[in-house]
């Protein structure tokens, strides 16, 4: 990862979220099952303010990036086609200042429907790891997935979080509580398992 640079992963560029982004956090906000499984907020269609919203709380953020595929390597005229393709968001918000002593952070990850399922949440997750304890100096990184999001509850297994248990019952979706899933990572548990990467 190192020789990489801190914006690069294997095949992903990670890259600043702009205001010409709020279109694509609009888009992720408005598919349903995707906004369902990021968050515990009451599903509805969402507007162009709730994705400048978004945009404003992604700035609290330790970092929040917008996960990007290079630009296609065949030469063109079009420069747009020259600009790295946004695939998803990836954030990790840290505690605020009377808290930050605890050196926690609570990662976030959002891949746009069409990129999933080809490795690239598992690769920003492991980017986003090496980022907090590598840059930020983090202690504990965590997670959470509902219940009714087993896709998300076994990828953070497979990437190595480790389980701690449940909040049962917490959230109500769809005319049922569902239990949070709750996941860690140590520093020393990164460093043992990713270290030598
Ligand atoms: C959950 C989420 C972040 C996972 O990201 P993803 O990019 O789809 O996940 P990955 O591709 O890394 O891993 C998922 C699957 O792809 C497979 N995969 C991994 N690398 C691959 C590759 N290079 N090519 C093809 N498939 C691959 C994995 O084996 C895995 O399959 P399995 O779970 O059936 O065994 C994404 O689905 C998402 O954003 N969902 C909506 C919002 C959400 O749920 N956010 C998380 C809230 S807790």
Not at 159 to 178: C, L, Q, S, T
Request: some cysteine; overall charge neutral; aromatic content about 12%.
């Amino acid at each position: 990862m190192t020789g990489l640079g801190p914006w690069h992963s294997e095949r992903l560029i990670y890259r600043a979220v702009e205001p010409e982004d709020e279109p694509i956090l609009l888009s992720m906000s408005s598919d349903p099952e995707a906004f369902s499984n990021s968050a515990p907020f009451l599903p509805q269609p969402r507007s162009k303010k709730s994705a400048t919203q978004h945009r404003g709380w992604l700035e609290g953020a330790l970092i929040s990036a917008m996960m990007c595929l290079p630009p296609p390597t065949s030469a063109s005229q079009d420069n747009t086609a020259l600009n790295p393709i946004p695939v998803g968001l990836v954030h990790l918000h840290g505690s605020d200042a009377r808290l930050a002593h605890h050196r926690h952070g609570d990662i976030g990850i959002n891949v746009l429907r069409q990129y999933q399922g080809q490795g690239y949440g598992t690769e920003a997750i492991k980017w986003v790891l090496y980022w907090g304890f590598q840059y930020a100096g983090l202690h504990r990184i965590e997670l959470g997935a509902f219940e009714y999001n087993p896709g998300a509850v076994k990828l953070y297994q497979r990437i190595g979080f480790v389980p701690e248990g449940k909040k049962r019952a917490w959230i109500w979706f769809n005319g049922r509580y569902w239990d949070l899933h709750i996941f860690s990572m140590l520093e020393h548990e990164w460093r043992e398992k990713f270290g030598s990467e």
